[in-house]
């Protein structure tokens, strides 16, 4: 046992084994969420600890981590990847620690900074809120949006109005909608220019 240094000035039996200090709960969360923190017997009997994430042995401080009620310590990206593989019917019970085989769920009456951390954590993915007994989260596939193609023309100065379509220009025409459709005109004769009325609608005056 031990005082911790943090304001709360709480007595403590938990141990840093980094900063090799005593800490409460409270600094835990708050000071040391990357570090191994386990009980001080622990440290008397094994002062060598390992920095590294158990399930990919890389350093814990390199991403975000996650601690279960039992002290363990992981990266949130392992621990989620390693849940998500279970069945979906798998019992809450079947959630176990990988290092301890404890609980990854806290007990409903277990109430602490710890806890609450994790239930927080776990609230957001649906495998922990089943068994959490949350509502689970509809997970919306969107499509991805298929680029625009503005143009089949990379040099507008080659464009040609005149110049017959070609079969994708007619497939697409032929999928528009049906009010989007004119009536078919017959083709203007080589010697008589299109016909075509202008509108001019910002000064009163006729052109």
Same mark, same amino acid.
């Given at each position: 046992?031990?005082?911790?240094?943090?304001?709360?000035?709480?007595?403590?039996?938990?141990? %840093?084994?980094?900063?090799?200090?005593?800490? !409460?709960?409270?600094?835990?969360?708050?000071?040391? +969420?990357? !570090?191994?923190? /386990?009980?001080?017997? /622990? @440290?008397?009997?094994?002062?060598?600890?390992?920095?590294?994430? $158990?399930? %990919?042995?890389?350093?814990?401080?390199?991403?975000?981590?996650?601690?279960?009620?039992?002290?363990?310590?992981?990266?949130?990206?392992?621990?989620?990847? $390693? +849940?998500? *593989?279970?069945?979906?019917?798998?019992?809450?019970?079947?959630? /176990?620690?990988?290092? %301890?085989?404890?609980?990854? #769920?806290?007990?409903?009456?277990?109430?602490?900074?710890? &806890?609450?951390?994790?239930?927080?954590?776990? &609230?957001?993915?649906? @495998? &922990?809120?089943?068994?959490?007994?949350?509502?689970?989260?509809?997970?919306?596939?969107?499509?991805?949006?298929?680029?625009?193609?503005?143009?089949? #023309?990379?040099? @507008?100065?080659?464009?040609? &109005?005149?110049?017959?379509?070609?079969?994708?220009?007619?497939?697409?025409?032929?999928?528009?909608?049906?009010?989007?459709? /004119?009536?078919? $005109?017959?083709? +203007?004769?080589?010697?008589?220019?299109? *016909?075509?009325?202008?509108?001019?609608?910002?000064?009163?005056?006729?052109?």
């Amino acid at each position: 046992m031990g005082l911790c240094k943090c304001p709360k000035r709480k007595v403590t039996n938990l141990f %840093c084994f980094e900063h090799r200090v005593n800490v !409460c709960e409270h600094c835990l969360v708050a000071n040391h +969420a990357k !570090c191994i923190v /386990q009980s001080y017997l /622990q @440290w008397l009997q094994d002062s060598d600890y390992n920095p590294n994430c $158990r399930l %990919c042995n890389i350093p814990l401080a390199s991403r975000e981590t996650t601690r279960l009620v039992c002290y363990d310590l992981f990266h949130w990206a392992c621990l989620n990847e $390693r +849940a998500a *593989q279970l069945p979906r019917n798998t019992a809450p019970a079947g959630y /176990q620690c990988p290092s %301890c085989n404890g609980p990854i #769920f806290p007990p409903t009456n277990l109430a602490g900074p710890v &806890a609450s951390a994790l239930r927080e954590k776990l &609230a957001t993915v649906n @495998w &922990a809120r089943a068994g959490l007994g949350l509502p689970l989260i509809d997970e919306v596939v969107s499509p991805e949006p298929e680029p625009l193609n503005t143009s089949d #023309f990379s040099d @507008w100065s080659s464009f040609n &109005a005149s110049s017959t379509p070609g079969p994708e220009e007619v497939d697409s025409a032929s999928a528009a909608p049906a009010f989007y459709s /004119q009536a078919p $005109r017959p083709p +203007a004769s080589p010697g008589r220019p299109e *016909q075509h009325t202008v509108i001019h609608m910002g000064n009163p005056e006729p052109l």
